[in-house]
């Protein structure tokens, strides 16, 4: 058949998107086409400046040369290899530079594709590992209200979000759920970790007194994202923390957002001053220019599933692409610019000035809450009544058209930029924002 047989459709038919109003956008599409530094640029040419890092990930910013050739020259070296029971030397270079900025005795980084895969790996992991131990009645997961861990069964099951579990009936028995840490009528406003909420973690005694030693692990995400930016309460993680210790329970971070220097270290558990047993990560871990993900784990946790088992496979789990070779380039090429660049240091430099423009928006008519962490803010608006997610949609479509990228989550504006971000975009994205808020009706 030849090109002029091939009957032409709307080319935005096929491509089923994710996660989105597919009608909507295809009646009215906005599209990107081309990103540099901090902003991207649509196919027509408008700069848009990019207050979220694509989706929390570009953390380095766009375009980076030294990554695109890290990746360009892996490709023509070798573009494929397994890592089922053979080995390429750039996928042991990148888990060691990984290990290099986990917490000390976290050294054991196994890869995957994604956020999702990572937090599905993890929680396998957990199930394993006390299996080995010989504890095999620890089968029952605990996450939180509000938490995401992704799409996959097990990270949507421990994940606590009702909208992204209700069209799909049954979910992973045996899951339970700590109450989410969103105190607003004692914390809003609140500049970093807020006062109120440390209880709630109190919640674990209970679900431990109901169910005795049958719980694996506990879940959460240092800073919650995706669900509008919770900031841990003062001393919640740390209890959390302790009464897992106590009970025998291992403490899963999910970093997938907080990695990579988000909060202004390395990990936010780094930042929060609490280290868990095992932690996923993925988006930053190569700037997301090629996807990745992985969970790092205790030592501890490997060697009792590793050198627990006398011989053969150890852990029956692996992906096709876990270690890609152009991953794996990404990842190496993003670690080094992570080091040369100190791109921690330069989210801690900015979250000051960052925090107080995020601050400043309070008292702009609709504006009931902000968050805030490293370069992760939260802005939550007042909704429209009868239509949760309107207003905050409109604000996101209404600051795209000016130039500025942020994200929406229900009627929460989430900005987390690229670590590179200098004052004058700072500027720029809260000017745009404040605009837009006043702009759309209430
Ligand atoms: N975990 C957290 C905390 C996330 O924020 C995300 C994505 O935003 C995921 C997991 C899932 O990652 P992915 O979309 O790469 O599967």
């Known amino acids: 058949m030849n090109e002029m047989q091939i009957p032409r459709r709307n080319n935005l038919d096929a491509f089923w998107m994710p996660y989105s109003d597919n009608k909507y956008f295809k009646s009215t599409p906005r599209m990107l086409a081309r990103a540099e530094g901090m902003s991207y640029f649509t196919p027509e040419g408008q700069e848009i400046l990019d207050g979220t890092a694509g989706l929390w990930c570009c953390n380095a910013g766009h375009g980076r040369r030294e990554i695109v050739e890290a990746i360009q ?124 909420g440390e209880h709630l973690a109190d919640v674990l005694e209970n679900l431990v007194a109901l169910h005795g030693d049958t719980i694996a692990a506990v879940m959460v995400e240092p800073v919650a994202g995706s669900t509008g930016v919770l900031v841990p309460p003062k001393g919640y993680l740390e209890k959390l923390r302790k009464i897992c210790t106590k009970h025998g329970i291992l403490l899963i971070f999910d970093e997938v957002i907080t990695g990579f220097g988000r909060i202004g270290t390395n990990f936010g558990s780094e930042r929060l001053g609490v280290t868990p047993d095992i932690m996923t990560m993925a988006k930053g871990l190569t700037n997301a220019a090629v996807p990745m993900g992985a969970v790092a784990t205790s030592n501890e946790v490997y060697s009792t599933i590793v050198d627990g088992m006398p011989s053969g496979i150890e852990l029956f789990h692996g992906y096709t692409y876990s270690g890609h070779p152009l991953a794996s380039a990404a990842a190496i090429a993003t670690m080094e610019l992570h080091r040369a660049e100190d791109l921690p240091g330069r989210a801690r430099t900015m979250e000051p000035y960052f925090e107080e423009a995020a601050h400043a928006l309070r008292g702009t008519p609709g504006v009931i809450d902000v968050r805030n962490m490293g370069l992760i803010a939260g802005i939550e608006l007042e909704p429209r009544t009868g239509k949760p997610g309107a207003r905050a949609m409109e604000v996101f479509r209404t600051c795209f058209d000016e130039g500025v990228l942020v994200r929406v989550t229900g009627d929460i504006v989430a900005l987390s930029p690229p670590l590179i971000m200098e004052r004058p975009h700072v500027d720029r994205i809260f000017g745009t924002l404040a605009d837009a808020i006043r702009a759309v009706p209430a």
């Open 73 to 196: 020259k892996q490709a023509a070296v070798m573009d494929f290899a397994p890592t089922f029971q053979l080995g390429h030397p750039i996928a042991f270079e990148a888990a060691a530079r990984v290990a290099e900025i986990t917490p000390e005795g976290m050294d054991r980084v196994f890869f995957v594709n994604s956020g999702s895969e990572a937090a599905d790996t993890a929680l396998k992991i957990a199930l394993a590992y006390h299996k080995a131990r010989g504890e095999s009645q620890r089968v029952r997961l605990v996450g939180r209200e509000r938490g995401y861990h992704g799409v996959g069964f097990g990270g949507m099951s421990v994940g606590g979000i009702g909208g992204n579990r209700k069209q799909f009936g049954a979910q992973l028995p045996y899951v339970d759920h700590l109450p989410h840490t969103h105190l607003p009528a004692q914390n809003a406003f609140a500049k970093g970790q807020p006062e109120h």
